[in-house]
């Protein structure tokens, strides 16, 4: 990463006043865990199903497609669904092929929320945190292909994104308050995007709104006809690619942190930044490549234009 470092979500969970927190003799209804899974991921259980059992992956052109592919279980947060997540997030920040990450779904629902059917059999090695951390952190764009309702925390995941696309005949909600809990991880993620009046009308009402509100309040970027879904996803990739990959990672920093600083940290983390920046071998590339009307070295050869312009 460059820089400093974006706030952990845990460690913004852990400033909630323990009071709040307190539910003597109460159980987890759910199985996986919420805090952060600690520092190192165990690998897969022996006899654990392979991740793309419950969600898919795949890399063409420099795009990691990573598809929730639990439709008979509304692609809801179980503990197989978030390791399986969790392992294709660090598979795909770690392969240097991979320029941007989309994430999508199969079935009519993004992601439903917490799994709360029954126990799973798996032993959970990432936890909602640490996906929320991971997707944020990332130093590659993630796009969401939203085709289906999100509630819960499959908002959050939403929300977490860079750039979310969904599907006009989807509807979001956060409907905890519905089932006797409330938004607390995802808040997170959630509450820097809105405005504290539809936070407060959206978490207390439990509605679900359609991708058209969520979209106006803040929490998504697009909605669009069911049909135009893959020409928007394909159109802002297609832009994602042609940025250079240190300077998307330093601006995706730029917008965790710099909303978070004093004016006086902020230009004192920044100026350096964009010295180092203007003195990298990427910068020189662009700026030589725009110069010469050709594209960067660094844009995948499918998606070259040949005047560098496009």
């Known amino acids: 990463m460059i820089g400093m470092k974006t706030a952990h979500v845990a460690d913004l969970v852990r400033r909630v006043p323990r009071r709040f927190l307190r539910f003597p003799g109460a159980r ?12 190192k991921v165990p690998p897969p259980a022996p006899g654990e199903a392979p991740a793309t059992d419950f969600v ?24 197989e669904l978030v390791n399986a997540l969790g392992d294709h997030l660090v598979a795909a920040e770690a392969d240097g092929a991979v320029r941007v990450v989309v994430l999508t779904n199969d079935g009519n629902t993004f992601c439903a929320g917490a799994d709360l059917k029954g126990r799973s059999k798996a032993a959970p090695r990432h936890s909602l945190v640490s996906v929320l951390d991971a997707i944020v952190e990332c130093p590659k764009p993630i796009v969401g292909r939203i085709a289906g309702h999100c509630t819960g925390g499959g908002v959050g995941l939403a929300a977490a994104l860079d750039i979310s696309v969904v599907a006009d005949n989807a509807l979001l909600g956060f409907t905890e ?11 997170v993620v959630c509450l820097p995007k809105l405005r504290r009046a539809d936070a407060s009308e959206l978490f207390l009402s439990g509605e679900r709104i359609s991708a058209a509100r969520a979209r106006d309040v803040g929490l998504i970027n697009y909605a669009v006809a069911p049909e135009e879904l893959d020409a928007k996803v394909d159109e802002i990739v297609g832009k994602l690619v042609r940025g250079g990959p240190k300077a998307l990672a330093a601006s995706k920093q730029l917008v965790a942190r710099v909303p978070q600083m004093s004016r006086e940290a902020a230009f004192e983390w920044t100026a350096p930044l964009s010295q180092k920046l203007f003195h990298s071998d990427e910068a020189k590339e662009g700026i030589t490549a725009f110069k010469e009307r050709r594209d960067a070295a660094w844009v995948p050869e499918s998606r070259r234009s040949g005047t560098g312009r496009a």
Do not use: Q
């Open 56 to 79: 898919g992956y795949d890399v063409e052109s420099g795009v990691a497609t990573i598809t929730l592919a639990m439709p008979e279980n509304k692609n809801a947060l179980s503990v």
């Open 28 to 39: 987890s209804l759910v199985d996986v865990p919420l805090g952060r899974s600690g520092a």
């Open 177 to 187: 308050v519905r089932l006797g809990v409330c938004p607390a991880v995802i808040s």
